[in-house]
T-cell receptor, first 113, second 112 residues
Framework: DVKVTQSSRYLVKRTGEKVFLECVQD?????MFWYRQDPGLGLRLIYF???????EKGDIPEGYSVSREKKERFSLILESASTNQTSMYLC????????????FGDGTRLSIL | RKEVEQDPGPFNVPEGATVAFNCTYS??????FFWYRQDCRKEPKLLMS???SGNEDGRFTAQLNRASQYISLLIRDSKLSDSATYLC?????????????FGTGTKLQVIP
């Protein structure tokens, strides 16, 4: 079974802090994704990566950056956290084939105070 | 028009009922399709892929209608444990990348 592990289930940070969310997958997947999910808005793609050191902006990249130094790890960084970044953050991974589904981590519920 | 649209529900159905959800997509070049299940405050989990000829997994049947650009999920003999939000997902290879679009989900509540 694919295992996608996110570093924290719950996280509370303060406005202006730099926040790191970590994601590790154990299936040697090339593709990794970061989403946020908010009520009524569904999953929105923040950033994705198709290979080590490669990154592409998703639909809502503002206020975020990412790092992919190793194939198994994809980090999401909130440069200066703001209250509107309070959300559920979900990491996913998949093979490059468009016919394969994504597999999700448990999610991190982030609150910015 | 949204790329992927679902009726948000909620669908409230009695145990044992049959319920069906539809999901429409706007890009006719979309290539692969999935249904995910998401429980409250949990991550989405793959329920089933959707194949062109339709496919079944126990009480669940998924179908694809490319001409009308929709996929469907049928649940027979609903159980209380089927209560969840069901997300449809559409994949498209675009510019060498895999573009994945999620619907906002349809909420199902199975009542005793």
């Amino acid at each position: 079974d694919v295992k996608v592990t996110q570093s924290s289930r719950y996280l509370v940070k303060r406005t202006g802090e730099k926040v790191f969310l970590e994601c590790v997958q154990d299936m040697d997947h090339e593709n990794m994704f970061w989403y946020r999910q908010d009520p009524g808005l569904g999953l929105r793609l923040i950033y994705f990566s198709y290979d080590v050191k490669m990154k592409e902006k998703g639909d809502i990249p503002e206020g975020y950056s990412v790092s992919r130094e190793k194939k198994e790890r994809f980090s999401l960084i909130l440069e200066s956290a703001s209250t509107n970044q309070t959300s559920m953050y979900l990491c996913a991974s998949s093979t490059p084939s468009g016919n394969q589904p994504q597999h999700f981590g448990d999610g991190t519920r982030l609150s910015i105070l | 028009r949204k790329e992927v649209e679902q009726d948000p529900g909620p669908f409230n159905v009695p145990e044992g009922a049959t319920v069906a959800f539809n999901c429409t997509y706007s890009n006719s070049a979309s290539q692969s399709f999935f249904w995910y299940r998401q429980d409250c405050r949990k991550e989405p989990k793959l329920l089933m892929s959707v194949y062109s000829s339709g496919n079944e997994d126990g009480r669940f049947t998924a179908q694809l209608n490319r001409a009308s650009q929709y996929i469907s999920l049928l649940i027979r003999d609903s159980k209380l444990s089927d209560s969840a939000t069901y997300l449809c997902v559409v994949n498209l290879n675009s510019g060498g990348y895999q573009k994945v679009t999620f619907g906002t989900g349809t909420k199902l509540q199975v009542i005793p």
